[in-house]
């Protein structure tokens, strides 16, 4: 999404992770933002305070508590807000009820969880990649979701105007997933000139009040979506519902919306799931990273090709869906993977889950609130 | 002191406790070199959860080329504005690396060889304590010869607040004069790597 090509409206900033994803919020024409601050994720509701109110329609508004925040961000989403908050672990179990609500009720919104080390409290100032699988199943029942993360300052802009691409196109909660190293590092960044910039926007309705069908399905699995106030009256509930929006319980029926919500997700794998792929053309030895993480693999790497190893990297922006294809065929072409991350092993599972024994997959935890150092992936990569 | 000195992960930590700015001073110091000087920064940080008095350090690498771990790895460069900050991370500082500590508040060095000035004291003399990170932030800027002084004053002007700018300024000229008078040869004694 940076541009490439000399532009007269782009910016240089020295900013904050988090401070790089207020300013891809408001690229991606975020008006509205509703939470509760909480360490390591403060300076984006800081900088939401200080940036909203300033703009036409902005609004600001510090909620009692996370669950509030995220209630506040769905209604506001249907009232036709580009809606997000933003929270850390604490925070992030709170809101899972209102997750799956946003999701029953395909609600676009952007939830931006900054991880700490937990479980509960844990360390409010430590980085940790623990809630990984949290993001991905933590609200009951089962439901489709879309989990990005970022590694770097401009990464941290860059998805979040994915996020809220994503969150719009396929009306569904997104979680953008940081963590602490990320969030707290400063480094210069392009703002780039909003002209160039692709952002999407949910699809309105076409048709008269009187005709339109809320959940009704097309080729896409998505239905348009009026403000709610604008003529258009339908109901919006978290119990299973029909293409009116009224609650049903008929297998028929139920089977329908359900496989739809999962289809409008699944028949688009190739656009949500984006990696990088760094030096992996000749790659013997792969490693799997995301967040904080893939930074300290991509010098490993670098270490790695002095010494005359073949090693790449895949570094994941998409966690869920997990990007399957891409990740199988490193596993093909590679006798030994790596997955480096700080928890016990969430991304690792996965990439062992598609594995099918093809190759040999290693892993690093680390979980005591520091950073896993280049040196440790280089050690682990030559031992192998 | 040429202007597009060329840089290979030059790593400093600027530690010590919660409270003495340790964190402004990295954001300042990471402006001037990423926006006016044009190197790649990363600036990166770690405290506690106290408001005042917990461990505090921020760290920067600066570099001609780009940055793939933004951590340090091992330091060119420790300041260290405590004694606790002083003993904790001296270890970390690669042979040949600079320390610079605030004699004011440390006591004891673990070695002879260190740039010294009463930071704390100097502060305190421009008028007002809370200036301690202007004040080393000045000394910083005759010690490394990459750092201009103007555009060091240029980031300071466009993050702090106006209403305090003028004692700040006054702050960085008497950490700065200090340093040059004190340590007239410091600039030339760095090996880049």
């Given at each position: 999404m940076a541009a490439k090509t000399k532009k007269k409206k782009q910016v240089e900033i020295f900013a904050l992770g988090n401070e790089a994803v207020v300013e891809g919020a408001l690229l991606a024409g975020c008006d509205f933002y509703a939470g509760y601050p909480i360490t390591p994720s403060t300076e984006i509701a800081e900088e939401m305070a200080r940036r909203?109110?300033?703009?036409?329609e902005g609004v600001f508004i510090q909620m009692e508590d996370e669950i509030a925040g995220l209630g506040a961000v769905i209604g506001a989403s249907l009232a036709g807000r580009k809606a997000m908050t933003a929270t850390s672990g604490p925070g992030f179990s709170l809101m899972q009820e209102h997750i799956g609500y946003a999701s029953i009720t395909e609600t676009p919104l952007v939830l931006v969880n900054v991880m700490r080390a937990g479980p509960s409290t844990g360390m409010p100032t430590s980085p940790a990649q623990g809630d990984v699988q949290q993001a991905r199943?933590?609200?009951?029942?089962d439901h489709p979701i879309i989990v990005l993360s970022a590694g770097d300052v401009q990464e941290c802009l860059e998805m979040t105007v994915t996020a809220f691409n994503f969150a719009e196109k396929y009306r569904t909660p997104v979680i953008l997933l940081l963590d602490e190293i990320t969030a707290h590092t400063r480094e210069k960044i392009t703002v780039p000139d909003p002209d160039d910039l692709y952002v999407c926007s949910r699809l309105l309705p076409s048709m008269p009040p009187e005709w339109y069908m809320p959940f009704e399905d097309n080729m896409r699995g998505v239905s348009p979506m009026p403000p709610l106030g604008s003529g258009y009256r339908y109901h919006v509930t978290g119990l299973t519902h029909d293409d009116h929006g009224y609650p049903t319980s008929k297998p028929k029926e139920v089977e329908s919306f359900i496989s739809r919500l999962f289809r409008k997700i699944d028949q688009f794998f190739y656009d949500i799931q984006i990696v990088d792929e760094i030096q992996c053309e000749d790659a013997e030895t792969c490693i799997i990273a995301y967040g904080c993480v893939g930074r300290a693999a991509e010098m490993a790497v670098q270490m790695a090709r002095e010494q005359g190893e073949k090693v790449g990297l895949l570094k994941l922006k998409t966690l869920f869906p997990f990007p399957r294809p891409i990740v199988e065929k490193m596993l093909r072409q590679c006798s030994f993977v790596l997955v480096p991350e700080m928890n016990m092993g969430q991304i690792s599972r996965e990439v062992k889950r598609v594995n099918n024994g093809q190759s040999k997959v290693g892993t690093i935890n680390r979980i005591d609130g520091q950073t896993i150092t280049p040196g440790e992936i280089l050690k682990k990569i030559l031992k192998g | 002191m040429s202007k597009d000195m060329r840089l290979n992960r030059f790593e400093i930590r600027l530690s010590g406790l919660g409270g003495q700015g340790i964190l402004t001073l990295g954001k300042i110091m990471g402006q001037a070199l990423a926006l006016d000087h044009g190197y790649f920064v990363t600036q990166t940080q770690s405290y506690g959860p106290e408001a005042r008095g917990g461990a505090s350090r921020s760290d920067l690498v600066i570099s001609s080329s780009t940055i793939s771990y933004p951590k340090t790895v091992s330091l060119d460069l420790l300041v260290a504005l405590s004694q606790e900050a002083c003993n904790k991370f001296f270890t970390n500082l690669k042979s040949g690396g600079a320390l610079v500590v605030d004699t004011s508040m440390v006591a004891q060095t673990p070695t002879n060889i260190f740039l010294g000035l009463p930071f704390t004291e100097m502060a305190r003399k421009v008028g007002l304590v809370q200036t301690t990170n202007i004040v080393t932030l000045g000394a910083l800027t005759h010690f490394l010869p990459y750092m201009r002084a103007a555009s060091v004053r240029k980031s300071l002007k466009s993050i702090?607040?106006?209403?305090?700018i003028d004692i700040n300024i006054k702050a960085f000229n008497a950490g700065f004069s200090a340093a040059k008078k004190e340590y007239p040869d410091a600039p030339e004694k760095w090996t880049f790597s």
């Open positions: 909203l109110p300033h703009l036409e199943w933590g609200t009951h029942g | 702090l607040p106006s209403k305090i």
